[in-house]
T-cell receptor, first 113, second 116 residues
């Protein structure tokens, strides 16, 4: 079974803090994605990575950065958290050569106070 | 631009009845893929069904079937014999362009409630 794990299910941070959201997949997938989910907006892509140390901006990258030092791990970083970044964050992975199913982690619900 | 539209924010269905969740899409790419995901209250995204743009037949997976009407650009999900465990948020998604890693473009979602 493909497994995508995220470091926290729930996270509460204060405005201005640096926040790290970690995602790990165990299926040797080349492609990894970070999405943000907000009510009425569905999921929107923040960043994706198609290889180690490679990253590309998605649709809403402002206020976020990412890091992929190892193939299995893709980190989302909020340099200075703001209240409008309160949201559900979902990580996903997909093998290269297949443009089909993406496998999702359980999500991290982040609250910024 | 590619876009997915789900016009039903919420729906109710009686247990054991069938229900159709609507999804329309817009793309100029001749090759695309359409997905449905289920998200229970626990938050995880569960893949349900996939339809490729060149697939001749409508996709089916157990109680799930995708009513693919290419000319109308619609990809409705049909759930037969609804169960209480089907209560969840349902998202329609389209595979985006290859130069964006094949990202998924999601609709707004439909919240389905199954009544006993």
């Amino acid at each position: 079974d493909v497994k995508v794990t995220q470091s926290s299910r729930y996270l509460v941070k204060r405005t201005g803090e640096k926040v790290f959201l970690e995602c790990v997949q165990d299926m040797d997938h080349e492609n990894m994605f970070w999405y943000r989910q907000d009510p009425g907006l569905g999921l929107r892509l923040i960043y994706f990575s198609y290889d180690v140390k490679m990253k590309e901006k998605g649709d809403i990258p402002e206020g976020y950065s990412v890091s992929r030092e190892k193939k299995e791990r893709f980190s989302l970083i909020l340099e200075s958290a703001s209240t409008n970044q309160t949201s559900m964050y979902l990580c996903a992975s997909r093998p290269s050569g297949s443009y089909n199913e993406q496998f999702f982690g359980p999500g991290t619900r982040l609250t910024v106070l | 631009a590619q876009k997915i539209t789900q016009t039903q924010p919420g729906m109710f269905v009686q247990e054991k009845e069938a229900v159709t969740l609507d999804c329309t899409y817009d793309t100029s790419d001749p090759s695309y893929g359409l997905f449905w995901y289920k998200q229970p209250s626990s938050g995880e995204m569960i893949f349900l069904i996939y339809q490729g743009s060149y697939d001749q037949q409508n996709a089916t997976e157990g109680r799930y079937s995708l009513n693919f009407q290419k000319a109308r650009k619609s990809a409705n999900l049909v759930i037969s014999a609804s169960q209480l465990g089907d209560s969840a948020m349902y998202f329609c998604a389209m595979r985006g362009s290859y130069n964006q890693g094949g990202k998924l473009i999601f609709g707004q979602g439909t919240e389905l409630s199954v009544k006993p």
